[in-house]
């Protein structure tokens, strides 16, 4: 059980698990996208619903590679640094006002000895000003980190740098969440209430994960399962 402090870290993906922000960057995506035609941007969608939790950046560069050439070629839209500044602008009012997971706090002052960690695909500063302003960031004792560094290079530094206290529990709703905690050797729950992974049960299954529908799930008596 979590609240019992089995874990020294706890480790949590940003969007869908933290803040009820999924649908709002997908549509970011197909917003920025959509000078470059339909299509583009039906494709982007499809690609960053596919991959979630790798950064916008990564996504940008292969639509711009790989989508481009092939749905809108001939088409003429913004470049690289025109659709990230899109993007951005897109979703920094949606981080403002969307949700945040019931249960947050209460899962803080339930873990008083374990070290809080963001690790996100989202933009590391966008991330470190939406929280202070929201002011989220006191329960991120352990840092509040994004892109365009990679998840893996983040807990890789930090578990090198000490920041990251094993044993340690990665909270996350992607199939690269997941193995970005394989990989650095973290356990894994998947947080499926916000998730856009298209079948997260077949996936928990596969995978023989525990799973939560929330944050708040961790609270109860049993914790995750």
Not at 49 to 62: D, L, P
């Amino acid at each position: 059980m979590i609240a019992h402090g089995h874990y020294a870290t706890l480790v949590f993906d940003c969007d869908g698990v933290v803040l009820d922000s999924n649908r709002l960057k997908t549509e970011a995506f197909r917003r920025a996208a959509l000078p470059w035609g339909e299509a583009a941007a039906d494709a982007l969608v499809a690609y960053h619903i596919a991959h979630g939790g790798v950064s916008r950046y990564v996504k940008f560069r292969h639509f711009l590679d790989a989508l481009v050439p092939e749905h809108a070629p001939g088409g003429c839209g913004p470049g690289l640094e025109g659709l990230l500044d899109a993007y951005a602008g897109a979703v920094r009012d949606g981080l403002m006002t969307c949700g945040v997971a019931p249960g947050l706090a209460e899962l803080r002052a339930a873990t008083p000895g374990v070290r809080w960690l963001i690790v996100s695909g989202g933009d590391q500063a966008e991330l470190r000003e939406v929280f202070a302003a929201r002011g989220l960031d006191r329960h991120f004792d352990g840092g509040i980190f994004g892109s365009p560094d990679t998840k893996a290079a983040i807990l890789a530094r930090e578990l090198a740098a000490g920041n990251i206290r094993r044993p340690a529990l990665f909270l996350g709703d992607s199939r690269l969440d997941f193995e970005a905690a394989a990989g650095a050797g973290l356990d894994f729950t998947f947080v499926s209430g916000w998730s856009e992974v298209a079948d997260w049960r077949g996936f928990v299954a596969e995978h023989r994960l525990a799973c939560v529908a929330g944050l708040s799930d961790l609270l109860g008596g049993a914790g995750p399962a």
